[in-house]
């Protein structure tokens, strides 16, 4: 298909790890990218990756690349309250540089 | 730096009016986008310029147009609102040559439109 796709939803517990999964499309995409959005806000770049890495971690934050199956996911370590928010997976498409969103994921984190 | 700003941050119209909604950014970046954002639909690209002087569809252009009225600003304009625009319209920016990190894009925050 043509989408980039995520599940709609995630809860977790506080201190607990998360990981968000994401399928995208073209096997060319130079970059991915992970955007968080909190309620009323914009978004916000939180990591990307290049196609030719398997895994970038950075903070409490891991990325993983499986190129062959066009899989991409974002880990969070000890998650917290404040990692509660709408979460965007992105691929970097074509010639002009386009990005092709997912859905998002909604993370919630319970107490 | 301020980023990339957008202005108004909230607006009702009716069916029928017209409106323009700025944007600009600070960083010297060569591209610019325009995106709406609605449930369940995430972001979909309305219309981008690569460069001052230039601007090109994206993949829902119908009902909109665009100015790039220099490097640092790039307006949406609606002719003739319909309810079918009510929506949350980001613009972003970028460094602007495909495929290098400095493609990143970076949001502004948003105008929240509904069109009654």
């Known amino acids: 298909g043509e989408d980039v796709e995520q599940s709609l939803f995630l809860s977790v517990r506080e201190g607990d790890s998360s990981v968000i999964n994401c399928t995208y499309t073209d096997s060319s995409s130079t970059y991915l990218y992970w955007y968080k959005q909190e309620p009323g806000a914009g978004l916000q770049l939180l990591t990307y990756i290049f196609s030719n890495m398997d895994m970038k971690q950075d903070q409490r934050l891991t990325v993983l690349l499986n190129k062959k199956d066009k899989h991409l996911s974002l880990r969070i370590a000890d998650t917290q309250t404040g990692d509660s928010a709408i979460y965007f997976c992105a691929e970097l498409r074509g010639s002009q540089g386009n990005l092709i969103f997912g859905k998002g994921t909604k993370l919630s984190v319970k107490p | ?116």
């Open chain 2, 1 to 116: 730096n301020a980023g990339v700003t957008q202005t108004p941050k909230f607006q009702v119209l009716k069916t029928g009016q017209s409106m323009t909604l700025q944007c600009a950014q600070d960083m010297n970046h060569n591209s610019m986008y325009w995106y709406r954002q609605d449930p369940g639909m995430g972001l979909r690209l309305i219309y981008y310029s690569a460069s001052e002087g230039t601007t090109d569809k994206g993949e829902v252009p119908n009902g909109y147009n665009v100015s790039r009225l220099n490097k640092r600003e790039f307006s949406l304009r609606l002719e003739s609102a319909a309810p079918s625009q009510t929506s949350v319209y980001f613009c972003a920016s970028s460094g602007g040559t495909s495929g290098r990190a400095g493609d990143t894009q970076y949001f502004g925050p948003g105008t929240r439109l509904t069109v009654l």
